[in-house]
T-cell receptor, first 114, second 111 residues
Framework: NAGVTQTPKFRILKIGQSMTLQCTQD?????MYWYRQDPGMGLKLIYY???????DKGEVPNGYNVSRSTTEDFPLRLELAAPSQTSVYFC?????????????FGEGSRLTVL | GNSVTQMEGPVTLSEEAFLTINCTYT??????LFWYVQYPGEGLQLLLK?????DKGSNKGFEATYRKETTSFHLEKGSVQVSDSAVYFC??????????FGQGTELSVKP
């Protein structure tokens, strides 16, 4: 029972490099989310999607891009990485847009920008 | 706007002690409220929820009551175990398909 799968789990980037964090879910959920988690700051929403072809900005979208071409996949693209993007990134999905509260989270991707 | 405020951590308790983690919220209308737990090295998972005023959510010995008059949703457990050591997040859902999380409270339970 895979649930939400994120790759890679760890990555070190140099300033100015780009990369994509992959997220796949096998629960046929319409809603998908990207959060970043910084120490003592909780989770901040970066982008979210309510279905294939539809994305919207969250609280902290600058420096990131997303796409949602299929129900299953919701990749997060970092362009021109900066040290401020050092964080743990979590992908999540939900069947009911958070109404029931049950978001299913991946295990996280720890990114360091040096 | 919507926001969630939790008590500062870390909270350190001895096994079998009583736990309270405070959570207050700001929201328009009638939000649903949740507690999530994050064990070391893992993603968050739903612990309990309450969708209307005076509802009590409960799971694994944890409880929280939705108090609209005090805009609070405090998490309690009567007797904590070492295995409860984790980070606990309070969250609210109001509208727009998004959950808003508090900053998290780290709990450490010593044997």
């Amino acid at each position: 029972n895979a649930g939400v799968t994120q790759t890679p789990k760890f990555r070190i980037l140099k300033i100015g490099q780009s990369m994509t964090l992959q997220c796949t879910q096998d629960m046929n959920h319409n809603y998908m989310y990207w959060y970043r988690q910084d120490p003592g700051m909780g989770l901040k929403l970066i982008y979210y999607s309510v279905g294939a072809g539809i994305t919207d900005k969250g609280e902290v979208p600058n420096g990131y891009n997303v796409s949602r071409s299929t129900t299953e996949d919701f990749p997060l693209r970092l362009e021109l990485a900066a040290p401020s993007q050092t964080s743990v990134y979590f992908c999540a999905s939900s069947s009911a847009g958070g109404y029931t509260g049950e978001l299913f989270f991946g295990e996280g991707s720890r990114l360091t920008v040096l | 706007g919507n926001s969630v405020t939790q008590m500062e951590g870390p909270v350190t308790l001895s096994e079998e002690a009583f736990l309270t983690i405070n959570c207050t919220y700001t929201a328009t209308g009638y939000p649903s409220l949740f507690w999530y737990v994050q064990y070391p090295g893992e993603g968050l998972q739903l612990l309990l929820k309450a969708t209307k005023a005076d509802d009590k959510g409960s799971n694994k010995g944890f409880e929280a009551t939705y108090r609209k008059e005090t805009t609070s949703f405090h998490l309690e457990k009567g007797s904590v175990q070492v295995s409860d050591s984790a980070v606990y997040f309070c969250a609210l859902y109001n509208q727009g398909g998004k959950l808003i999380f508090g900053q998290g409270t780290e709990l450490s339970v010593k044997p």
